[in-house]
Structure formats: C-alpha cells, structure tokens
C-alpha cells in the first residue's frame, strides 16, 4: 500500500508538462516538505521517468497518450487505442489516490494529468490546475470549473480562480546574464565567434521545417560577413530529414541542445516558435526573440503566447506564413543593427518574468492543501 503523501503532483508527455511539476515539487520540499511526501506522475511514453526519477520523489508513470484531431481511418484506430490508453489511466490513477491520500492533487496538465486531476474529483480532494499557456486546453478548461484554484503563467488567462504565479522554469535559464564576459564564455562553450552578433534559432525537440528551412536561407544570405554568426538548433527529426543542410554562412548547426542556459547567454536575438516554456524561458532570461507562431496549435495558443511578449515590446511576432529566408533576414538584419532596440527588448522581457513562479505556485498549493483539511475534503 502507498503510503499517505502530501501532494499527487501530475502531468507530462512534454517538458512544458515535466519542468512546471518538478519546480513546484522542489519548491513544495523548500517550504519543509519531505521529497517522499510528494508524489510525481507522468507519461509511459517518452522519457518522463527518466527526468523525474533521481531527484527523490516517488515517480509513477501512466499508460495513454494524446488524440489525434483527424477522422481518417487510420487516425480513428490510433484514437481508439489512445481512449483505453486514458481509460486505463484512470484506473489506475483512483487506485493511487485513494491509497495515497493526498491532502491536494496538482494538475500540470498533459494526457498524464487527466486521470488523477479525476480522481482528485472523484475523492473530493482539493485539486490545484496548472496552466502555461495563454490559452487554456480543453482539459484545463473542465478541470478548472472544480479546481480549488487555477496557477497561471499570465495575467488575463481565462480561468476561474486564477493566479497569476508565472511560468516555473529550470533556476539556470533564470540566472542567465548577458555581460560581455558571460556571452564570450557561452559562445566559446557552443564553438561560436567569441565577438560576433549571434542569432540562436530553434523549434522544439524534433524541429520546425518553417523555421529551419528560413533560417539556413539567412544564414546564406549572410555568407562572407564577419559581423555574424548562427546556432542553430535543427531538430532530431529535421535533422535526420536533412531540412536546412549545406552549413552555408556563419553558422553552427546541431541537431540537439541541453545546454539551454548557454545559447540564451550567447544569443543576442533567439528565432523559434511559441511554445510555452520557450516564451517563459525567453521572458526570465531576458532574451529578444523573433516569435513564428505554430499554425494550427489547439487554440492558437502559440500565436496568444507570442503576443504575450510582443505586445510589451520584448519580441516581433512574425506569421509562419511569411517566416521566409528573405523576410526573416530582413527583419533581423534590422534588429541587429541597432543595438540600443535589442537592450530595450531585453529588459522588457525581464520585466515580464516573475522573481518567483515556483515558489509562488508551491504557496499556493500548501494553501489549498490547508482549506481541504480544514473542510473535511480530503479523504
């Protein structure tokens, strides 16, 4: 039998699942918690385990994973597999909630958080939503109208009972500065010019062809001057694919990076989509970006994150559609000419990031925690 835990912190498939959970787990053990009275539960699939495991929590993963949005045949079968998938999950979720006993259950969102955040309402215990996109998923959405409160990355995210904590992100990324001497260390660390203006370009762990393919044509275009470089971060699947191959230009191209605290210190312009975690992580590392949104995200949440920062002046929000070699290199030909703009953007970035997300959402959550056992809710 499982012994009682404090909190069922759920959630994963993605690192913008994964990292939320585990920096309000560590803030939860900094706020005098055991690490074995948090629970974490993530995804079967992927390598949620391995992230979450050697950090002292108990980790479970659940079986399921994400439906497709398509009514082809083959799509259909998958749908249906994935539907047991979540139905097995939430199986076994009641049984790891009634045996555990957690005084408050933490969604993070992700198919991984779909079976405790129910059986959070099925044993009326207190349940804390996460959400870290601009935009709400559908899950989030159900879940919220029972949630005893809902931990948002931005003010303005329709939710109920939201709180506007901020977005957690990894204590590195929120260390990162950019003096001269920390950019030349992390451009030597990546093998880039130690003294050039550099653009970092990325699209997620397995690529975006848009991006890649618009970036290697500026990184061309860019062929012979000194006064520039690239690293560009392609994409195991883009990689393997050969989207933006040839190495023209100033440029550096791998197909993986996790040392993310050096690229953010050795770029002075960032060229990716809008996930979640990227436009947080923008935001606490105080780095301008050039935002392509992901057309046709659930919500266009990727375009409402952008504007998140585009709209405070700390990014350009350029359509996927006209993400092109000659209108990217146009636009950031302009904001590398000037200097002064770059250091506006940064600091606007910066004044968007909370001092503390982690530790906000862990108060919050030992609050609900609290008003559950004061009214009896949990079991």
Same mark, same amino acid.
């Given at each position: 039998?499982?012994?009682?835990?404090?909190?069922?912190?759920?959630?994963?498939?993605?690192?913008?699942?994964?990292?939320?959970?585990?920096?309000?787990?560590?803030?939860?053990?900094?706020?005098? #918690?055991? #690490?074995?009275?948090?629970?974490?539960?993530?995804?079967?699939?992927?390598?949620?385990?391995?992230?979450?495991?050697?950090?002292?929590?108990?980790?479970?993963? &659940?079986?399921?994973?994400?439906?497709?949005?398509?009514?082809?045949?083959?799509?259909?079968?998958?749908?249906?597999?994935?539907?047991?998938?979540?139905?097995?999950?939430?199986?076994?979720?009641?049984?790891?909630?009634?045996?555990?006993?957690?005084?408050?259950?933490?969604?993070?969102?992700?198919?991984?958080?779909?079976?405790? /955040?129910?059986?959070?309402?099925?044993?009326?215990?207190?349940?804390?939503?996460?959400?870290?996109?601009?935009?709400?998923?559908?899950?989030?959405?159900?879940?919220?109208?029972?949630?005893?409160?809902?931990?948002?990355?931005?003010?303005?995210?329709?939710?109920?009972?939201?709180? /506007?904590?901020?977005?957690?992100?990894?204590?590195?990324?929120? $260390?990162?500065?950019?003096?001269?001497?920390?950019?030349?260390?992390?451009?030597?660390?990546?093998?880039?010019?130690?003294?050039?203006?550099?653009?970092?370009?990325?699209?997620?762990?397995?690529?975006?062809?848009?991006?890649?393919?618009?970036?290697?044509?500026?990184?061309?275009?860019?062929?012979?001057?000194?006064?520039?470089?690239?690293? #560009?971060?392609?994409?195991?699947?883009?990689?393997?694919?050969?989207?933006? $191959?040839?190495?023209?230009?100033?440029?550096?191209?791998?197909?993986?990076?996790?040392?993310?605290?050096?690229?953010?210190?050795?770029?002075?312009?960032?060229?990716?989509?809008?996930?979640?975690?990227?436009?947080?992580? &923008?935001? $606490?590392?105080?780095?301008?970006?050039?935002?392509?949104?992901?057309?046709?995200?659930?919500?266009?949440?990727?375009?409402?994150?952008?504007?998140?920062?585009?709209?405070?002046?700390?990014?350009?929000? &350029?359509?996927?559609?006209?993400?092109?070699?000659?209108?990217?290199?146009?636009?950031?030909?302009?904001?590398?000419?000037?200097?002064?703009?770059?250091?506006?953007?940064?600091?606007?970035?910066?004044?968007? /990031?909370?001092?503390?997300?982690?530790?906000?959402?862990?108060?919050?959550?030992?609050?609900?925690?609290?008003?559950?056992?004061?009214?009896?809710?949990?079991?």
């Amino acid at each position: 039998m499982t012994e009682r835990r404090f909190a069922v912190i759920a959630g994963g498939g993605t690192a913008g699942h994964v990292q939320p959970a585990l920096a309000i787990a560590d803030a939860l053990v900094a706020r005098g #918690h055991a #690490h074995e009275d948090v629970q974490l539960v993530g995804s079967a699939r992927g390598s949620d385990r391995a992230t979450m495991e050697g950090r002292g929590f108990p980790v479970d993963v &659940l079986p399921g994973r994400g439906i497709a949005r398509s009514l082809t045949p083959a799509t259909l079968v998958r749908n249906f597999g994935a539907v047991a998938g979540i139905g097995s999950a939430v199986v076994r979720s009641l049984r790891l909630v009634r045996s555990a006993r957690p005084s408050v259950v933490v969604a993070v969102g992700g198919y991984a958080s779909v079976g405790p /955040a129910l059986a959070a309402l099925v044993t009326r215990t207190p349940l804390v939503v996460v959400n870290v996109d601009a935009v709400p998923g559908a899950a989030n959405r159900l879940f919220g109208r029972f949630a005893a409160a809902c931990l948002v990355g931005w003010p303005g995210t329709d939710l109920p009972r939201a709180v /506007a904590t901020g977005t957690p992100v990894r204590p590195e990324i929120a $260390a990162v500065t950019h003096d001269d001497a920390a950019r030349r260390t992390a451009r030597r660390l990546l093998g880039l010019p130690e003294e050039r203006p550099t653009v970092a370009a990325f699209g997620g762990s397995l690529g975006a062809r848009r991006v890649n393919e618009a970036v290697a044509g500026m990184a061309a275009r860019w062929e012979g001057r000194e006064d520039r470089s690239v690293y #560009h971060i392609v994409g195991r699947r883009d990689w393997d694919a050969g989207v933006g $191959a040839g190495g023209a230009g100033p440029i550096v191209r791998v197909p993986y990076e996790d040392r993310m605290d050096a690229v953010y210190a050795a770029a002075d312009l960032v060229v990716c989509r809008a996930g979640a975690m990227t436009v947080a992580e &923008l935001a $606490a590392a105080g780095v301008p970006a050039v935002l392509v949104p992901l057309p046709g995200a659930p919500g266009d949440h990727q375009s409402a994150n952008a504007r998140v920062l585009g709209r405070d002046g700390a990014a350009r929000v &350029l359509p996927d559609a006209e993400c092109t070699p000659e209108r990217l290199t146009e636009l950031v030909d302009a904001l590398l000419d000037e200097p002064g703009r770059l250091a506006a953007m940064s600091a606007a970035a910066r004044a968007l /990031a909370p001092v503390d997300a982690a530790g906000a959402g862990a108060e919050v959550v030992d609050a609900c925690a609290a008003r559950g056992r004061r009214a009896g809710g949990a079991p």
